[in-house]
C-alpha cells in the first residue's frame, strides 16, 4: 500500500467472516445495496470510506452506515469513532428491535430527537473528530455525552435530512453547500500534517491535494485561495 492511500484509505478495520448474503431493510437509497457490498468486501466501514468510495456528501453517507447497523451488518459506533464487520454469530445476538422509519421506538422521552455530529470545520480541527462527521445519535445515547467534548457540535436531523446554512460557518466563512466538501478536505489536509512524515513531504501531499475537486464539484484550490493562498497555508497547518 502506497503511502498516500495509507493516509488517505480511511479507517480499514480486519476482514470479518460475515454472511454473502445478508438480509437488507428496504431503503430509498438505491446506493444501499451496493454500499454494502463493498464496506463488506473492503472491511471499512467508516462514513469516510462510503464518502470517498461513492463521492457523496458525509450525510448521505453517514444514513447508509446507520442503515447497515440497523440491519446487522456492522457493529454500533463506539466512543473512539470504530466500527466492525459482524460475523453471522454476532448478527443473531444483536436486538434488531429498531424500526426503519426514523423513529426511535425505546425512547424514554417523546421529544428525544435524532443528532448528527458535525465537526467545526477548521484547519485546526483534529482528524479524529473530522472522521466522526455524520455519526448519528440521539441525546440519551452514552456517544452523545462521550463526544460532546470533541471539536463539534450536535446537529438535530430534520426530514430532509439537511443541516441548517446556520451550521455551515467555517474558518474562511459561510460556505453552505460547499461544506461537505470543506469538510473533506480538511480531512486529508489533517491527516498529512498530523502524519510522522518529513515537513517537506507533508508540504508536496497538501500541494497535491490542492489539485483535487471535492465530491460536490468545489475545487480545493478555492479553499486554500481563501486562506491566503498556497504558501500562506502550508505555514498554518505545519
Known amino acids: 500500500m502506497s503511502w498516500w492511500s495509507s493516509l488517505f484509505g480511511g479507517k480499514t478495520r480486519p476482514k470479518r467472516e460475515a454472511s454473502a448474503n445478508p438480509n437488507l431493510s428496504e431503503n430509498d437509497d438505491d446506493l444501499y445495496p451496493v454500499a454494502v457490498a463493498r464496506v463488506m468486501d473492503s472491511g471499512n466501514c467508516s462514513v469516510s470510506f462510503v464518502q470517498s468510495s461513492f463521492r457523496i456528501g ?62 467545526y470545520p477548521r484547519i485546526s480541527t483534529p482528524h479524529s473528530d473530522l472522521l466522526l462527521s455524520g455519526t448519528r445519535c440521539y441525546m440519551s445515547d452514552p456517544i452523545f455525552s462521550e463526544l460532546a467534548t470533541r471539536h463539534g457540535r450536535w446537529v438535530p436531523s430534520n426530514k430532509s435530512g439537511q443541516v441548517s446554512d446556520f451550521f455551515t460557518h467555517t474558518d474562511i466563512g459561510q460556505l453552505d453547500f460547499a461544506i461537505n466538501d470543506y469538510i473533506d478536505f480538511l480531512v486529508e489536509v489533517r491527516a498529512a500534517t498530523e502524519s510522522d512524515l518529513p515537513e517537506h513531504v507533508k508540504a508536496e501531499m497538501i500541494k497535491s491535494i490542492g489539485q483535487l475537486t471535492g465530491s460536490d464539484g468545489h475545487s480545493y484550490a478555492a479553499f486554500i485561495e481563501a486562506h491566503g493562498g498556497m504558501t500562506r497555508f502550508i505555514a498554518k497547518v505545519i
Open 58 to 119: 458525509f450525510l448521505r453517507a453517514s444514513k447508509l452506515i446507520d442503515a447497515m447497523e440497523r440491519d446487522g451488518i456492522i457493529s454500533p459506533l463506539d466512543a473512539s469513532g470504530s466500527r466492525l464487520i459482524l460475523s453471522d454469530q454476532e448478527r443473531e445476538n444483536i436486538d434488531r428491535s429498531a424500526s426503519t422509519d426514523g423513529n426511535r421506538p425505546d425512547a424514554e422521552d417523546p421529544f428525544d430527537r435524532e443528532f448528527y455530529f458535525v465537526p
